[in-house]
């Protein structure tokens, strides 16, 4: 397939979308559609940006929710050229653009205070040290805070969006309040927050956030969704949600 380099393979995503991977690489999980399911959308007018883009999950996903163009930025070539071969394999190359850059470059792109919507899946664990990083540069990237902190992620997408404009991330329960407290210095007041349990009595793994620039205090704790069911398939709730049903 013309589409595909040497050692990637085509994997089917969700709504007739599919998506270029490689085992070399870090491949997308289901935090960053569920993200892409969670947030609010401009449907007809305006844009969005999506950081840390990867291979493009989270712009593919949001592309069957909206009309509106969506950039990606992406620090790491390989994977902004994998998100691209795979926005044109989807036909989707019209309407989705991936950018190579670092997001804590202020004139990385062009129109800084006017994006609709903002998402991040930025990585997970707030490990700057050598030793506890993956032998994978790919994978330690994509979890550890190798190339920017939450915190410079947070100050990104707020400079990007517009008065009003919302912002959505996905991260651990565990930082939770940092990422409140990241959110409300850089004036995005939480407004939607939702939680993820992989199965029923266990404690959640993912927080979904949404936040609005300069918005008025109030946050809205959303009914919580659980993965799994006991013998380990997912819940017929999940998969709703996870197909955008």
Same mark, same amino acid.
């Given at each position: ?67 509106? =163009? ?26 989705? &653009? ?23 899946? =930025? ?13 994978? =540069? ?33 991260? &651990? ?73």
């Amino acid at each position: 397939m013309s589409h595909l380099s040497e050692g990637e393979r085509l994997d089917y995503i969700t709504e007739g979308l599919h998506i270029i991977q490689s085992k070399e690489v870090f491949a997308f999980s289901i935090d960053a559609v569920l993200l892409a399911r969670f947030t609010y959308i401009p449907v007809t007018k305006g844009t969005i940006i999506d950081l840390c883009s990867g291979n493009g999950i989270i712009p593919l996903v949001l592309s069957t929710r909206s009309r509106v =163009p969506i950039t990606g930025i992406e620090l790491q070539p390989r994977l902004a050229d994998m998100a691209r071969r795979s926005a044109q394999y989807n036909n989707l190359d019209h309407k989705l &653009r991936f950018i190579e850059g670092d997001v804590r470059n202020k004139n990385i792109i062009d129109n800084i205070g006017q994006a609709d919507l903002v998402t991040c899946n =930025p990585p997970y664990f707030a490990t700057t040290g050598q030793n506890e990083w993956n032998d994978n =540069p790919y994978f330690t990237n994509a979890r550890h805070e190798r190339n920017g902190t939450l915190t410079d992620m947070v100050e990104a997408a707020s400079q990007l969006v517009k008065q009003k404009g919302k912002v959505s991330m996905v991260l &651990r329960p565990e930082r939770l309040s940092e990422l409140m407290e990241a959110y409300r210095k850089y004036r995005l007041e939480p407004k939607r927050l939702k939680c993820i349990y992989p199965k029923e009595g266990k404690n959640a793994n993912i927080v979904l956030l949404e936040g609005m620039k300069d918005g008025k205090p109030g946050l809205t704790c959303l009914p919580p969704l659980t993965v799994y069911t006991e013998d380990g398939k997912y819940t017929e709730e999940f998969r709703k949600y996870y197909e955008g049903r």
